[in-house]
Nanobody, 124 residues
Framework: QVQLVESGGGLVQAGDSLRLSCAVS????????MGWFRQAPGKEREFVAG????????DYVDSVKARFTISRDNAKNTVYLEMNSLKPEDTAIYYC?????????????????WGQGTQVTVSS
């Protein structure tokens, strides 16, 4: 079982930046995929970005491409989400997730470990 703890959320203004961190503990494999999801009030949880724990391949939803960057530090067992040029529509609870299917799956059901979430609020 993999344990995930997110941090780094907060209240920022439009155009600002934030970096989210996800501390990973427990047993992981190079085939694992790590993902960042977000859920706004009244909306379904949506995929934001993913990265392969082994080879670092990445995937992004179109709405965050060129603004967000996902990365991982295997030595520190940490996954990051660097968010730039934030917009009010980025406001949501952001969740870190881990799953055995590598980078690519965008459905929440493809991930079997989740963090508790961290709130990101972007004011206009």
């Amino acid at each position: 079982q993999v344990q995930l703890v997110e941090s780094g959320g907060g209240l920022v203004q439009a155009g600002d930046s934030l970096r989210l961190s996800c501390a990973v503990s427990g047993r992981t494999f190079s085939s694992y995929g790590m993902g960042w999801f977000r859920q706004a009030p009244g909306k379904e949880r949506e995929f934001v970005a993913g990265i392969s724990w082994g080879d670092g391949r990445t995937d992004y939803v179109d709405s965050v491409k060129a603004r967000f960057t996902i990365s991982r530090d295997n030595a520190k067992n940490t996954v990051y989400l660097e968010m730039n040029s934030l917009k009010p529509e980025d406001t949501a609870i952001y969740y870190c997730a881990a799953g055995p299917y590598g980078v690519g799956p965008r459905r929440p059901m493809s991930y079997d470990s989740w963090g508790q979430g961290t709130q990101v609020t972007v004011s206009s």
